[in-house]
């Protein structure tokens, strides 16, 4: 059981490129996140999915996109990529309603 | 406005000696609280939580309480063990939120053997 997939793993980019942040879950959950974690800052939410079809803005959702593409799969666009984007972002997965997440093991991205 | 802090970014003890990590919120409609667990180059994982209408909950060696009227909680590992070593976020969120957590800044322990 794979749980939270995200890909890629490590990304490098330049100031300007934009990339798009792949994650699928196979628990059949309702709900997706992406988080960012920064050193001393915790995970910070950019955006989620309660539901397929659904998406809304969290705490950080400037520079940021997301697609609820189906119920599995829920990606994280950076259109033009800044280096206060740098980080390293999770996405997670839960049952509607309960704030016990499962995580992906994280996608670390630099802008240079 | 840091809604949740973890004011000591790391904490070291002795295998076998009782663990205690200090959480502090500041929102009061803040109702379900939790500790997640993180290794390096994992994603966190969750450990254990906590509604606001109990002040205790417990879980094997883990035991989180409550002080609503301090808006503090704590999670307490007895006894530790070195495989509990790893960073500790506290997590908090409102009613009817889901997973919109809001997390402290996370404590990192270090169990020696």
């Known amino acids: 059981n794979a749980g939270v997939t995200q890909t890629p793993k490590f990304q490098v980019l330049k100031t300007g490129q934009s990339m798009t942040l792949q994650c699928a879950q196979d628990?059949?959950?309702?709900?997706m996140y992406w988080y960012r974690q920064d050193p001393g800052m915790g995970l910070r939410l950019i955006y989620y999915?309660?539901?397929?079809?659904?998406?809304d803005k969290g705490e950080v959702p400037n520079g940021y996109n997301v697609s609820r593409l189906n119920k599995r799969e829920f990606s994280l666009r950076l259109e033009s990529a800044a280096p206060s984007q740098t980080s390293v972002y999770f996405c997670a997965s839960s049952e509607s309603n309960t704030g016990e997440l499962f995580f992906g093991e994280g996608s670390r991205l630099t802008v240079l | 406005d840091q809604q949740v802090k973890q004011n000591s970014p790391s904490l070291s003890v002795q295998e076998g000696r009782i663990s205690i990590l200090n959480c502090d919120y500041t929102n009061s409609m803040f109702d379900y609280f939790l500790w997640y667990k993180k290794y390096p180059a994992e994603g966190p994982t969750f450990l254990i939580s906590?509604?606001?209408?109990?002040d205790k909950n417990e879980d094997g060696r883990f035991t989180v309480f409550l002080n609503k009227s301090a808006k503090h909680l704590s999670l307490h590992i007895v006894p530790s063990q070195p495989g509990d070593s790893a960073v500790y976020f506290c997590?908090?969120?409102?009613?009817?939120?889901?997973?919109?957590?809001?997390f402290g800044q996370g404590t990192e322990l270090s169990v020696k053997p």
């Open positions: 906590i509604s606001s209408i109990k």
């Open positions: 628990m059949n959950h309702n709900s």
């Open positions: 999915s309660a539901s397929e079809g659904t998406t």
């Open positions: 997590a908090a969120r409102r009613y009817n939120q889901g997973g919109k957590l809001i």
